[in-house]
């Protein structure tokens, strides 16, 4: 006997309830309401098996979906720590991790001798305090520089890799001090050198 589905069955009960005269009329209405019955759990149930299959469409593309972002992570972190072990590979060559108790590190010069990660730190201090000193006395000397400019005049000029300087009020001042050399006399009152007449 091969399976049939709801809906032959049902269908076999509303033909069997039409065609058989025999039935009384309350067992008519039983068996009618016994179809609707059966028709409506029917809808019911392929209701929740559309929800079902939908869930696990649902799960099955999540699944996938997971499966592939974790794989793309996987190999990004193959490829990544590849990339690292080269950078420590090259790290390794310049630079010598000595295994005792203060765990050091020794970078081997020119003349072959080890200078130390301690060394190494200092020396980089101090010549960052030196840069800081430097900048700060370059700063220092573009002010005063600026200074002599604006209040003397001078212009400086480049060509061909020679430099000079052009001042009109100092080159005054030069030509007047050898005719006044001798009358020219400090004031240390006024704080000014005056000329003597």
């Known amino acids: 006997m091969k399976t049939r589905d709801y809906k032959e069955i049902i269908e076999d009960l509303k033909a069997l309830s039409s065609e058989n005269e025999q039935l009384n009329p309350e067992t008519r209405a039983q068996l009618e309401g016994y179809t609707a019955e059966i028709e409506r759990k029917v ?19 999540g699944s996938a979906l997971m499966w592939t972002m974790t794989y793309l992570q996987k190999k990004d972190l193959e490829i990544d720590n590849q990339r690292k072990k080269g950078v420590i590979q090259q790290y390794e060559k310049f630079i010598r991790f000595e295994n005792d108790s203060t765990h050091t590190f020794e970078y081997r010069t020119k003349d072959g001798k080890p200078i130390t990660y301690q060394e190494l730190m200092d020396e980089n201090y101090d010549l960052l305090k030196e840069n800081a000193n430097l900048k700060n006395d370059l700063s220092n000397k573009d002010i005063d520089l600026d200074v002599i400019r ?18 009109a009020k100092v080159d005054s001042a030069l030509i007047l001090l050898d005719v006044y050399r001798d009358r020219l006399k400090y004031d240390p009152q006024r704080k000014a050198w005056v000329v003597e007449r």
């Open 43 to 61: 809808k019911m149930d392929t209701k929740d098996n559309i929800f079902i299959v939908l869930f696990l469409i649902i799960l099955l593309v």
């Open 150 to 167: 604006k209040n003397y005049g001078i212009i400086v000029k480049h060509k061909d890799h020679h430099i000079w300087a052009e001042g």
